[in-house]
């Protein structure tokens, strides 16, 4: 039984949602691109006032761990780690593939596009630049059941398992999968993305076993390396 923030900044959505007791209790959200910088610590001091709260209050901070934006997952993470210092709090990690597919499984009526919940797999989707994806598989309990990587998306990306049974294919990575996946019981969902909501039962679940993470030395799930790109016009000329 738990007061916990929880912090989304994987995407290009900057999301923070307070939850208590596994419950949403309040949302602050912006969808306009890579503001995190601007918007994040807004977003927390104006959710915490709203509702009469301080960092004091929390029993802890979570974070949507990654995989994502590199920079995204940087401005998330520091934040966290800075309000845990401050009010001598615990970080709590929650999976960004897996807090997405937790907020479609709630959230969604399901059993209008699928025929069998039960059995059905659901693979979120991050853009990973061109044709490239991070994803995973999970269940109809949230449970991982393929481990989360960096799939190039072609003709025949998940032939075998799209064989067998019907995929959901969401997130911001899916929208250009779906002209390269065609098969029947692939479903792709549009404006599912990441969000803060869906963190809420994970982060309690994972406070209520003790599941901490070491706010010393904690860092994001990257699941690449960074790469530092160069400007193709010398503003200097």
Do not use: W
Request: net charge negative.
């Amino acid at each position: 039984m738990a007061l916990l923030l929880n912090i989304e900044t994987s995407t290009a959505i900057c999301s923070v949602a307070l939850g208590k007791d596994g419950k949403l209790l309040a949302l602050k959200e912006n969808k306009e691109g890579m503001k995190h910088a601007s918007h994040l610590t807004v977003f927390i001091e104006n959710i915490l006032k709203e509702n009469n709260l301080s960092t004091a209050d929390l029993d802890g901070v979570a974070i949507s761990m990654g995989p994502g934006s590199y920079t995204g997952l940087r401005i998330g993470v520091s934040t966290a780690k800075g309000i845990c210092y401050g009010a001598g709090i615990p970080l709590i990690a929650v999976s960004t593939l897996q807090s997405m597919t937790k907020a479609l499984q709630n959230n969604s009526d399901l059993s209008s596009v699928v025929k069998n919940q039960e059995k059905t797999l659901f693979c979120p989707m991050i853009d990973a630049r061109r044709m490239e994806v991070y994803t995973a598989f999970y269940n109809a309990n949230t449970e991982l059941v393929k481990d989360i990587s960096a799939d190039i998306i072609d003709v025949n990306s998940f032939a075998n398992e799209l064989s067998e049974q019907e995929i959901v294919f969401f997130g911001d990575g899916s929208g250009k999968c779906k002209d390269v996946i065609t098969n029947e019981n692939g479903i792709f969902l549009d404006d599912v993305n990441a969000t803060a909501v869906g963190m809420i039962e994970l982060a309690e679940n994972k406070f209520n076993k003790n599941e901490l993470e070491d706010v010393a030395y904690f860092e994001p799930f990257y699941l690449k390396d960074f790469v530092a790109t160069t400007p193709k016009k010398n503003i200097f000329n």
